[in-house]
């Protein structure tokens, strides 16, 4: 950060939690990697004036403001950073885009299918003049998840036979736990299917370097009527009533197959007790294995297959070394990252193509194809767990 | 043991591995449990002369025989324990207790609805007479799933929500792997389905006490053609070819709906790499969770989530104190127990049983429900996942 | 066990919880291992002529007896498996040894230095003629324990470094507990320290290939009264009190000197709330490292600090599999044993070298080892922790 | 941050790994923390001046230096940060509390107890003008250590009745490995004692609210001559030859006894084969234990003996929650923290005490403390293990 770089001019959309994430990777990345452009926090944008000083304040923009589309106006913005509710995304993204404005937007990347299409359209255009999108499936970028994809690329596990992969939450166990957007369709899309059945479907990908083409599942709402909060009044068909009914499911199961056949099973679910964040996947191959659990994301277990028979056993790889991926970063040997750190290597990365002109993965082509599979899940759910093929989604979107 | 207690004069059918662990367990369960009735290892039927002698005598039967038919006629005989692979539990079990035994029948209870009903509709009728049947389900009686079910019974967890149950091995992943009877429909029924897939249904139905009425699932074959070792010829179809086709399934994915509404996820697999016997479940309540490995079967986590919020978590309970189940017979506190004394505990709730006259538990009835369970799920693999009752499988028998 | 093989008439004193130990491995270790002798269970000695009937009806010895010294005389009697406390293996084992008995004595060896160099002179005039002595530290036979002297054997983590060995139960927790004979220097010798930490000595020396040549050390009593129940009468000094006084170590701390100038911390300690049993090594060598923990005692953990620097980790070797020690006639892949299976292990060994004429190990010499360095860690503690060499253990005793 | 709160202006001593990690608390904290005065990171102080303006680029200070002292003569500056080697600590600590500066200097506080003892004495006179001191034991601060401090003084685990401390990394096995400053005692004081003991002994002295009054201990050097780098030229006594000499201990052992009588077993090792950064404690109680490891850093394991027997067992608790130590201001529940995230909470305690014009802990008497265990430990080493009282070392001293 000798100020040698071209600056990366960086509008922020939105002042939730995910807000915070993404100003600390900003803030964060650039003292930890060399970038070839350098990030400057220049606007945040709120709903809320007030509340997008006080945010824009306190994360360290140099600006806020309540007008995203004044911001896609502004010639000294580079980047539109799309971090609001699901529902909001494509607006937000295609306008950016059109504005020539690279992209960052949140996962997932909208509410159905034919919004995603349509941000993916929008991304291919803009690529063609050099304007890029991403979206932000980070625990890609957590270490160990990276190492296992790169240990499958090499071929460490042999050929993929199984895998199986679960997000598993328990914050809607408790039946006052009060009604949310999050549990509203219309604002959310769906439920845990959505917001954490996503994550699990685009590191299965990711990880595997395979696509999933059909799904067979279940999706139920455990708890259907909750509580709303005197703050929560304005959300849609809430107001003014003591409960509110929840339209989303509480949990998801259901089996896909990928492009080369493999089957892999799925969970996700708000009503694991006891499990606070814990997004696991282990795949099975031919000569190994890889095991992996986010409440302890600084460890891979690898079972090396090909070992010597009297020795071998699933290896707890503390992947904290220089030899891991974005490890040599950060600090010495053992010495452990936290979940926030995955943001900062999705800004080095994207940073990264940007400078060089490429494509940042995950694309919004990334995105929309995992919005294809949550829709086909919805809709295999509804016709009695049909196997659904995610082409099917084109013309049910 | 003092030869105070009225005899159990036991007949073995079978000597495989299976016919060890029983050996096992009608030797062991005297030393350590007061039984009622005084097991005598009477003899073991083989179907090979030589072998079935050999057998007897290095587990300790006093006679061999080659004729289970004739072992029926006896006087001196009062329990009949089978042990032989599942095509031919329902012959030798009908027969059995037409004869008047008690029967010890090893699970699955059998490879077809059909057979399981006859069995089922026997051991109805000798029971009227005071002659019981049970089914060899003993990872009940592995002391931390006998736990798990305690606590939930006691509401510890609060509401079941939901459950996952997986039951890994990895013993076929090596393509090379050679042709058994277990891969052969005919013999074996199903493959990881009814091996290990039904340990997985029984326990968890009745971990929760529950019971599956419904389920959708995939079942799929990984690898199809095995070698077959020259030992192996005779198996049907095999004779003088280099190579078998596998005829059943290596992994199976399903979803189970419990009579209550629960959703359950279940996974049965011969590929999963690494997993030598893992036999998995998680139960979730609205309380609180419960969760199990068999490959570390002294060990149970318990999750209470009434506990005070800053220390609650998932804590691992050693099931090796005089509080848990069957523990008080075996060593002092902390002193681990094996695979085999479930077996043992499994003789002793039989001879309680006989001993009062009461139905053992589980009973052929409750193997039905398991092989309802199990043609269920091939039923709704063949129907393109399908959601199939379990009272479906009526017909399909 | 056809019947071919010569027997080995064996008498047991001692009808405590070791006697039902022993004889369960008398009991079923020929019935998985091909035995050069066949044992024979034919009399328990001890010392109310009720009880010990009572026991070898429970546990399955032809005939009982009140009087070991006329076991000795018999010619039907070839071994002698002493499971008495410590005070009485010197007398028992010498008068064994010395009428042409073999003898596998419970560990410690003995109450002090003086006895176990009697005993272990006994064992070798003995062994001049053919009759062996083996001391019972059985945890050298927990397959993963074995696995671990193999693998340090084998090179496989280099030169050993380093190593941290600790026996932690927590019995004593509660002052409350009552007195018992393992708290009474008179009759126990040492408390944790001979207890527990004799075992910890063992397997370090076994695990290592090396022996203890000094050791710094402090012995704690953490609560020195304890009320003693009423069925505790006539302990040694307790008779119509309401409580007795404590007179051996609750905790042992020690720093261990091995012959090749390698140091080992050593910790045994009754008051480890929440540990059960656990005896845990941790060994360090110049390529790798191994780990183990009793509660989890067919797990062994394993670095190979050779292996690729982006993988490598410690392996959790599920101990479990034929190319294991011992697991061959055991179960198949995947299926735990418990903590009585290190029994069975040792009549195999034992009954094995006896056959072949050969010193059984652990023998008295070893068991003297143990003892010396049981001694050095109390002189050590006398002398404020001052380095103490075990030859020095000589004139103390 | 709005900038109402007066500015804390800040210069760093220091620029290297723990430069980065100091910068990067004084960087985040205010961003997640309500911090009542302002930290500006205003200069970075290095000996080679073009390093330290590049680390102040990159680590964004507004400015940088090659001379301290001149930074004590500045008006506005007014804390001094102390990221030096240990030698280096006294001359500096003690001008800036001189010069009016509060003072932030990483542990161990001296490389001597003469040296500590003048920085305790400058830090009481500083105190006494409202001018405060603060030693960077940071791993205090994070939220599992911080949580098992607050649950034994809240009585949770009882009265504590002993513990085991260790601290195992394995960055010298390699023999090859090179030799550098920390490996020479005049530059590091001591080695693995000093480094990573001295950690060992503040968390234990800081979790169970004791002091350490005598030690025992052994210090070894495993690997006494290495090889010298090019770059490493110019370390004392090194130029110009192909080894030098280790004069620091590879591996501490050592037996603490606290001032109320507890005793603590101690390890501190840089050959823990396999071991990155573990540092781990566990503490025995009459009523429960703890216990933690910071290569798992956001979990502590709790056993509550007053819990129902059959359930009770070390629970794991993901201290990722609000209700735990810190926890609120960063991530919703379950989303873990890393190793940096200690020196945020570092900044917002020192910050918050010299607003209120408290002493921050640990103070330089608390680093004193530690820097005599230290010489204690050392002192013992040179006498044969013979206990050491902590008062002692004044006259070493």
Redesign the interface.
Known sequence: ???SSPPLRVAMVGNG?MG??H??AW??AP??FDLPLEPRMSVLVGRDAGRAA?AA????WAESSDDWRSVLDRDDVDLVDIVTPGWSHAEIAIAALEAGKHVLCEKPLANSVEEARAMADAAARAASRGVFAMVGFTYRRVPAAT?ARD?IAAG??GTV??L?V?YL???L???LAPFTWRLDKEQAGSGALGDIGAHAIDLAQYVTGRQLVSV?G?L?T?VTERPVLAESHGLSGTAGVGTATVTVDD?A?F?GRFDDGV?G?F?A?R????????LRF?V??????LSFD??????LQ????TAD??????????V??P??PYMEAW???????????GFSHQVRDLVDAIARGEQPRPSFDDGLQVQRALEAVELSSQN????TALAETEEYA
Not at 294 to 299: P, R, T, Y
Request: glycine content about 12%.
């Open positions: 950060m000798t100020g939690f915070a994430a100003s600390q803030r964060v003292r930890f006080g304040a306190r994360w360290g190492l240990l460490r596990i036979r199984q199986s679960s939450q328990d914050w166990v408790d039946p067979s279940t139920e455990l949990r199961l089996t089957l099973g969970e679910s009503f694991s007790t006891g499990r606070k964040n814990a282990e099975s191959g031919s000569l190994g294995a986010l409440e302890n994301l600084n460890a690898f079972y090396d297959g028979p009297a020795t071998r056993g699933f290896s707890t790889i503390l904290t070394e030899e891991h600090w010495p040997s053992g010495h452990l990252i936290g979940y926030e750190h009695g767990s049909a196997w």
